[in-house]
Every structure is written in structure tokens, then in C-alpha cells.
């Protein structure tokens, strides 16, 4: 009768614990694309560079690119990038004249946010940038004049996102000018 007593109880609990464990529809994982927002970065550039940018991201396709099945957790979105970067390096050295370099630069790209999970991207982005460069320091003038240098390039990255709550997101991101870690305030 002891045995009885003691078994019954967790028979009961073992086939009512998958019923109880099993997700409702309700319960799964909504997503929302994130909406438009400003980027805030710290930048490390490839040598000895370092600085700071901003940018501005909205929605282009919040829906995403991709068919996604009911019971999918991949999501996609497609956003917009409007963005300024200021870089300098530092350091370099030539027949004892030491020189930088300093770097705005505009650019304009498009980011495919890949949501493996609610929380959690991986995006490639592509876009065009507009730099304008000039020499700091001092400069030897048998190399010519220290002059403004500057034009188009293909801005190209990757890089990875992690929603920590619905309107703040920390990134990382390599591309042109180098190692971008940041935080996305959404509005």
C-alpha cells in the first residue's frame, strides 16, 4: 500500500509534466524587427587607428527577404545605414618626420539583420562611402604638398548583434575602417 501511495502521485506528475512543458502558441518567441534607431560606436581601426562614429538605421523590408514557416525562429530584416565615422592613425615614421593620418567618412549602406534567435544576429551589409583624409603631424615636403585626400569606396562588413532589451542592442562589426563595437538605441 506504501508503494501504491508514493507511486501514484508520480506517475501522475511524469504524464502531466510533457502535457504542462509543451509550449502553447501563445507562448512561443514573438519577434519584432527592430525600428529605426541611432548606432554609437568605438572604432579600432586596422594598425594603429582609433575613433568613434554614428549612425542612423531605419527599416527598408522589416518583414525580412526570406519565407519564414510558422515554427521557424529565423527571421530576417532588411535596414537602411546613414552613417559618419572619424578615424586617426598615428605613428608612422619616415626619414625622421612623423605623420598621422586622420579620416571623416559618409556612408551609406543597406544591413541584412539575420535573427537566429529573438535576441541574437548575424548581418552582412554592403553599401557606398565618401572619405575625406588629411596628413597630421609633420610632414617632409620633398614628398610633396601635405594635401586633403578623399573619394568614393564600396563600404563592405559583417558583423553580429545582441538585442540585450526591445531598445537596446550592443554590436560588433569588421569592415572598411576596421573593428566597430557599439550600442543601437532604438526609438
Known amino acids: 500500500m506504501r508503494r501504491l501511495v508514493t507511486t501514484?502521485?508520480?506517475l501522475c506528475l511524469l504524464v502531466a509534466a510533457p502535457a504542462s512543458a509543451a509550449p502553447s502558441p501563445a507562448a512561443e518567441p514573438s519577434?519584432?524587427?527592430p525600428g529605426s534607431g541611432i548606432d554609437a560606436w568605438a572604432i579600432v581601426g586596422y594598425g594603429?587607428?582609433?575613433g568613434v562614429g554614428v549612425a542612423y538605421h531605419t527599416p527598408l523590408v522589416p518583414e525580412g527577404l526570406l519565407r519564414h514557416g510558422s515554427g521557424s525562429v529565423l527571421r530576417d530584416s532588411l535596414?537602411?545605414?546613414l552613417g559618419l565615422d572619424w578615424v586617426s592613425y598615428w605613428g608612422y615614421r619616415v626619414n625622421g618626420?612623423?605623420?598621422?593620418?586622420a579620416q571623416f567618412d559618409l556612408h551609406a549602406d543597406v544591413r541584412w539583420d539575420l535573427?537566429?534567435?529573438p535576441q541574437f544576429a548575424l548581418y552582412p551589409k554592403a553599401g557606398l562611402g565618401f572619405g575625406v583624409g588629411w596628413y597630421t603631424g609633420t610632414w617632409n615636403s620633398a614628398y610633396g604638398d601635405r594635401r586633403t585626400i578623399g573619394g568614393l569606396y564600396p563600404e563592405i562588413a559583417a558583423g553580429?548583434?545582441?538585442r540585450m532589451r526591445r531598445d537596446l542592442t550592443l554590436?560588433?562589426?569588421v569592415g572598411y575602417v576596421g573593428l566597430k563595437l557599439g550600442l543601437g538605441f532604438e526609438f
Open 8 to 10: 501514484v502521485p508520480l
Open 31 to 33: 519577434f519584432r524587427a
Open 48 to 50: 594603429d587607428g582609433a
Open 79 to 81: 535596414d537602411l545605414d
Open 97 to 101: 618626420y612623423d605623420y598621422g593620418w
Open 115 to 117: 535573427w537566429l534567435t
Open 160 to 162: 553580429v548583434a545582441w
Open 171 to 173: 554590436r560588433a562589426e
